[in-house]
């Protein structure tokens, strides 16, 4: 058992090198508002499952989940407020079967998982679909009116 | 089924430069090894392969397999990044008590099956003998052919 439980975004009690962790933010912070535009890319890792990529365009909001062999029929997502929740389980039917087999390789895990992320915009919550394909999860939620860029056209006099 | 599942950071393989055509970076799926009735079963996850871009390879006794995951969609700005989209590549080298002829994939949620069955034990055969007594003139010696 391991004496710290990893937590790199929530409490630091107790954590041996929270100082020098502040530290880091600090400079990430101060790297992105150097870097501009690319301030709202997030490289943290969070080290909870799955691990999700978010993307935008001008209408949507992208996540994908890579979950390779996850039970289509125990995926949950659901989305309140500015939070989306993903729920589900990985399987490996065949591997339930008995522990007793002889196994020459085992890497891949099976079990639940359950995250909620913060989204960075609004999103019409009526409007959000799910798709699970090759094993990548990917919602797919329409920008609130209020989130979207609005176009403003120039008037020449 | 209780235990929750933790994060595994995908394993990148290096390549030979010329095998990776591609900017994207390629990782070693991760598989499961077991032993069957038949023979072993081999389960590997490879997220975002369609069965198209999938390639099972056998030659001098090694099994390759590679996949690739399709493009990302154009336009999309890119928010937050935990996880990295890449190809898939490993090798495997076969024992040759498997039959290679009889092997057989299936591709499903991003996860890959394959069945490698052993090669069936010998029948047992019996041999017959012919005994040259009925063909043979007598006298003649067996052994000598000519």
């Given at each position: 058992m391991s004496i710290f439980k990893f937590s790199p975004r929530g409490a630091r009690f107790g954590v041996p090198f929270w100082e020098l962790e502040k530290m880091r933010d600090h400079m990430d912070s101060i790297y992105n508002a150097l870097a501009g535009s690319v301030s709202q890319i997030r490289k943290n890792y969070t080290g909870v499952f799955p691990l999700v990529n978010l993307s935008e365009d001008d209408e949507n909001l992208y996540l994908t989940a890579e979950l390779p062999g996850a039970v289509k029929d125990k995926l949950e997502v659901s989305v309140k407020g500015d939070t989306l929740s993903l729920k589900g389980e990985v399987r490996q039917a065949e591997t339930e079967a008995g522990e007793e087999q002889t196994y020459h390789r085992r890497e891949r895990e099976s079990g639940s998982f359950r995250r909620n992320i913060d989204l960075p915009v609004k999103v019409n919550i009526d409007g959000v679909s799910a798709g699970f394909k090759n094993g990548v999860l990917t919602v797919t939620m329409p920008k609130a009116a209020e989130a979207k860029a609005h176009h403003i056209e120039i008037k020449t006099e | 089924?209780?235990?929750?599942?933790?994060?595994?950071?995908?394993?990148?393989?290096?390549?030979?430069?010329?095998?990776?055509?591609?900017?994207?970076?390629?990782?070693?799926?991760?598989?499961?090894?077991?032993?069957?009735?038949?023979?072993?079963?081999?389960?590997?996850?490879?997220?975002?392969?369609?069965?198209?871009?999938?390639?099972?390879?056998?030659?001098?006794?090694?099994?390759?397999?590679?996949?690739?995951?399709?493009?990302?969609?154009?336009?999309?700005?890119?928010?937050?990044?935990?996880?990295?989209?890449?190809?898939?590549?490993?090798?495997?080298?076969?024992?040759?008590?498997?039959?290679?002829?009889?092997?057989?994939?299936?591709?499903?949620?991003?996860?890959?099956?394959?069945?490698?069955?052993?090669?069936?034990?010998?029948?047992?055969?019996?041999i017959e003998i012919k005994t040259e007594d009925d063909s043979a003139p007598a006298g003649s010696c067996p052994h000598d052919n000519g």
């Open positions: - | 089924m209780s235990n929750d599942l933790n994060v595994r950071e995908k394993q990148e393989v290096k390549v030979g430069a010329a095998e990776n055509t591609s900017d994207k970076p390629i990782f070693s799926p991760m598989v499961d090894i077991w032993e069957t009735d038949k023979g072993l079963m081999l389960v590997a996850d490879m997220p975002g392969v369609s069965p198209e871009d999938l390639s099972l390879d056998l030659s001098d006794n090694t099994l390759t397999i590679s996949g690739r995951v399709a493009p990302a969609p154009e336009g999309r700005k890119a928010l937050l990044k935990e996880y990295e989209e890449g190809n898939y590549y490993r090798q495997f080298s076969l024992a040759e008590t498997i039959d290679q002829s009889q092997i057989t994939a299936a591709l499903k949620d991003g996860v890959l099956k394959l069945e490698l069955p052993r090669v069936a034990p010998a029948q047992p055969r019996k």
